[in-house]
């Protein structure tokens, strides 16, 4: 007990903070007197007395934490503000279990962007905005869970982020403080954003729409305030620049900011991961677009490169928006961009899955295996771009890559025990875990996972955790080694 109580110490301030992001929600609720201000009113101050609650009952229990709490703080801060965050939700939409409340709240915290919500269209603004600023909370938090907080805690893959990364990132963080990282990525992925709803409002989309397409796009969280998601607007200028601020995001923001501190294009150039990224995500691209024109899905190459672009950059980078059905496509094209999004993007982006420089590794540990069979005395050191990876660091990556794989075996045989069919059950939990949103068959884009059951519902909240904090933070929890003293 005396182990948690510190931690719940901090839970406690956070819940205060945290207890500040109902003001805009509020804000909107009062512009557009959509008659949900009491529920966020009520939701707002339920979350502060709680948080500052928690605080005062263990002020006594105040201390530097180390690098062990991590794990558990993490892990708790993740849940406890999706279960909070459940609170307007539940009072405005009557009927609504908690259960799907939380589900919503996880997909939105950890920018999954499944949703089991029908009628988005009619929610109230303030409803939307707030689903929509949990996506875009949930992309910062990820960014500064990566590059801040997960190489403090020894997170076997990060490691070998920082050693491949240009410029002062070489070092263990940014700028000398995590405060100070975590403040000049605030501004990165800020600014980015502004810009993001500048031009969404210069498409076409009214302030609402622009502000939490733009919020989705960025966290790569793929919420809609339209139950068609952005094939409601019908727009290739829209989806154009979704496509375009979906791939920023995608990039690590520490190569952004590294960008923007020096005013040079250098930092992308060095970036071997972003390169790879984005070479396999438009390669992808063109040749879906080929393969959908060539089966009569599309009538001209045009049409299919218009959908195949805007689907594949979605699922490829873990947002989930969608323009079309592509669960219709013949089924090579989904499951081709369901791959993607186990593998395609940078580290420290708001995407989830493997990330693209695990991907690398593994390409060139394969390599390096099959050098060895011909040539057994042969040192090959293992390099990502300029840059020498550990050994150490490989154990890691291919441990991490083992659990991933597992847990979607594991997860997806629950969901088949529980009557979901395979590909329902398979594709949820390739999403969920991945943070990508929409899956095939029930739960595709032009369904939702509204019909799950609860277990099943709270199999794939349990899945989009796993995914969000990169499987070793959250498995470790359950090992006794991590309960000894």
């Not at 790569?220 to 496509?243: K, R």
């Not at 952004?256 to 972003?274: N, T």
């Not at 049409?303 to 013949?330: E, I, K, M, Y």
Request: proline share 4%; glycine share 10%; net charge neutral.
């Amino acid at each position: 007990m005396n182990k948690l109580l510190p931690i719940a110490h901090v839970l406690g301030l956070m819940l205060v903070v945290f207890s500040l992001t109902y003001a805009m929600p509020l804000a909107a609720a009062l512009i557009y007197d959509d008659g949900s201000f009491r529920d966020f009113v009520d939701g707002g101050l339920m979350t502060l007395a709680s948080g500052a609650l928690l605080w005062w009952l263990t002020r006594g229990f105040k201390r530097d934490l180390k690098p062990r709490d991590g794990y558990l703080l993490v892990v708790l801060g993740w849940f406890v503000m999706a279960a909070i965050s459940t609170l307007p939700l539940m009072l405005y939409i009557e009927g609504l279990s908690f259960t799907d409340a939380f589900f919503e709240t996880m997909s939105g915290l950890s920018t999954t962007g499944a949703t089991v919500l029908t009628g988005l269209d009619k929610l109230p603004p303030a409803i939307n905005l707030w689903r929509h600023e949990l996506n875009w909370l949930g992309g910062m938090g990820i960014i500064v869970l990566a590059v801040a907080i997960l190489p403090l805690l020894g997170v076997g893959g990060m490691q070998m982020f920082k050693a491949e990364t240009p410029g002062p990132f070489k070092d263990s963080k940014l700028t000398p403080r995590i405060a100070e990282t975590a403040k000049a990525l605030w501004y990165v992925y800020t600014g980015i954003t502004v810009v993001c709803i500048l031009a969404l409002k210069w498409a076409g989309m009214n302030w609402l729409d622009a502000i939490c397409h733009a919020f989705a796009a960025m966290g790569l969280g793929g919420f809609s305030t339209h139950d068609a998601s952005v094939g409601y607007f019908n727009s290739p200028l829209i989806e154009f620049i979704l496509i375009v601020f979906m791939l920023i995001a995608g990039i690590n923001f520490a190569t952004h900011f590294i960008a923007w501190h020096g005013r040079s294009f250098r930092a992308y150039l060095q970036d071997v991961e972003a390169q790879a990224f984005l070479g396999l995500t438009i390669a992808s691209c063109f040749g879906i677009a080929l393969f959908l024109w060539l089966k009569g899905t599309y009538p001209t190459y045009l049409v299919a490169l218009r959908h195949a672009s805007f689907n594949l950059v979605s699922l490829a980078t873990d947002c989930g928006f969608a323009s079309v059905d592509f669960n219709q496509w013949p089924i090579f094209a989904p499951l081709w961009m369901l791959f993607l999004s186990c593998i395609s993007v940078s580290s420290g982006s708001t995407g989830g899955g493997i990330k693209m420089v695990r991907t690398l590794l593994l390409v060139k540990q394969a390599g390096r295996e099959l050098t060895k069979l011909i040539h057994p005395s042969a040192v090959t050191p293992l390099r990502i771009g300029s840059a020498r990876i550990p050994e150490t660091v490989v154990v890691a990556v291919l441990g991490f890559i083992f659990l991933y794989f597992m847990s979607i075996v594991v997860l997806t045989f629950l969901l088949m025990g529980s009557g979901l069919d395979f590909v329902s059950s398979f594709t949820a939990i390739i999403a969920c875990i991945n943070n990508a949103g929409p899956g095939l068959n029930q739960v595709g884009p032009a369904g939702n996972f509204g019909v799950l059951t609860d277990f099943q519902t709270w199999v794939c909240s349990f899945a989009m955790l796993l995914g969000r904090l990169e499987v070793f933070t959250l498995l470790v929890l359950f090992t006794p080694q991590y309960w000894r003293k």
